[in-house]
């Protein structure tokens, strides 16, 4: 292409002389070369070719003009007297001012050329940065669009392993140890698992998944002899890489390739209870957020267990008004507490809403009653089965904890039911209303200092 765009200026340049020739030989055959111009026509040709194509072009014009004109003044090779004579004459003067005119205009040309090209290289490099910022902003606006799915997607996976971990508060504790495993499998993707729990000095089996079916097993592991004392010593999870960055490791080296992970699981003093061991997953899924997520559930396990383990020996009507179908506020306080440590864990928020119904100390039993049915069952039907609501602390009032609800999400479910309420007490005939306050716990364990702004803006009399 650049070699087709070289040729085309001589190629013009060529054809301009057969064409000017072909004219002097038809229309003035007696004066050959035009000499007998006083303008002579190879001028045109000359200017156009150095004023648009440069040095090279207009010497090669000014050269072939003046081969032109010394052809047509000597017919033969001229000699050395006829080259002085001809100086002498002058007849030298118009071929080496077409040399001259060709060369100075042409340079004159050739230098806006090279400008041009270096402004048209410029143009291109920018042009070519923009191209590759527009490049680079498609690739950031990807791994944006891929880093928000991703997000979505985990936090999303947060929601439904909570929501999960709250069914093990209603099962026994064996149901708890095979619980943790099955979550693990179905939402972590571990295809094989298994739990131990500390009996004296014994690692005592309680749960396993992904095993084959009539594997040998040992029931009872000496905590001594097992891999896991490290977890147990340590109390924290550890990965391969951290095991084998332990120097005690050594004394297990034929368990090496038997786990992947250990959690520990711990009890109401914090103080290791057993293991959760993850013995194989997918290759991919093996990373720092995957693990996160495991500790995440054994921690939930940990809660559960405890409250199956505190709840067994209490009957459920001790803590919930099955009539009025709320908690008793004496539960309100501890699960709070429960669920803002877990909260900070694990990063996530926790909603909690204080209500009052104005007024309700002025009504009639009946009213009362009423009023305080009709206000949980229409917070029933906008609640999750994992959002609780109790009884707070006087008479009319009530309070919702509802986990990774967010604040905007809880002010507007309030605000439809104090409209709700206000709706159904002016058709009674009455004027009680719902006042009500909400925050979301992130990030703190204070339970006075969050629920005291709450409080005051509730109108309720502060602890």
Request: net charge negative; proline share 3%.
């Amino acid at each position: 292409m650049k070699l087709m765009k070289a040729r085309g200026p001589w190629i013009e340049i060529f054809l301009a002389f057969i064409v000017l020739n072909s004219l002097n030989y038809l229309l003035f055959p007696e004066d050959p070369g035009f000499l007998q111009f006083v303008l002579n026509p190879y001028w045109l040709v000359i200017l156009l070719a150095a004023s648009r194509y440069g040095f090279g072009s207009g010497l090669l014009a000014a050269g072939l003009a003046a081969l032109h004109v010394l052809m047509m003044q000597f017919p033969s090779w001229p000699s050395r007297t006829e080259l002085e004579t001809a100086a002498e004459t002058g007849r030298l003067t118009l071929p080496l001012a077409f040399l001259i005119t060709g060369a100075v205009l042409g340079e004159i040309r050739q230098k806006y050329i090279r400008e041009a090209d270096e402004r048209e290289a410029l143009a291109r490099d920018r042009q070519r940065d923009v191209v590759q910022m527009k490049e680079l902003l498609e690739n950031s606006e990807k791994a944006r669009h891929i880093l928000e799915t991703r997000i979505v997607g985990e936090t999303s996976t947060v929601r439904t392993l909570y929501e999960t971990a709250q069914k093990f508060e209603s099962l026994s504790v064996d149901k708890v140890y095979e619980g943790c495993l099955e979550v693990l499998a179905s939402h972590v993707e571990v295809r094989k698992a298994s739990l131990y729990l500390l009996d004296g000095d014994q690692l005592v089996l309680k749960a396993a998944h992904g095993w084959e079916t009539g594997a040998e097993t040992e029931g009872k592991i000496p905590l001594e002899k097992s891999l896991m004392r490290l977890a147990v010593q340590q109390n924290r999870m550890l990965t391969v890489r951290d095991i084998l960055k332990e120097r005690e490791s050594h004394e297990f080296l034929e368990q090496y390739s038997s786990v992947l992970a250990m959690v520990p699981l711990r009890g109401s003093d914090g103080q290791p209870v057993g293991v959760v061991n993850i013995e194989q997953m997918d290759f991919l899924s093996f990373n720092e957020p995957t693990l996160h997520l495991v500790q995440l559930v054994v921690e939930w396990v940990d809660k559960a267990i405890q409250k199956v383990q505190f709840l067994g020996g209490l009957s459920r009507q001790l803590l919930r008004d099955e009539e009025m179908g709320v908690y008793n506020y004496s539960f309100f306080g501890r699960l709070l507490t429960e669920e803002m440590k877990r909260a900070k864990a694990s990063d996530t928020r926790c909603g909690v809403a204080l209500l009052k119904l104005d007024r309700f100390g002025f009504l009639n039993s009946g009213i009362q009653r009423l009023l305080s049915r009709t206000l949980v069952t229409l917070l029933e039907k906008q609640l999750s089965p994992y959002e609780k609501i109790f009884h707070f602390r006087f008479e009319g009032t009530f309070a919702v904890l509802a986990p990774l609800r967010e604040a905007a999400s809880l002010t507007a479910l309030l605000k439809e039911t104090s409209e709700r309420i206000e709706e159904f007490a002016a058709a009674g005939g009455t004027k009680s209303r719902l006042i009500f306050s909400n925050g979301v716990v992130s990030g703190t364990e204070d339970l006075r200092a969050f629920l005291e702004p709450l409080l005051k803006e509730c109108r309720i009399p502060a602890f």
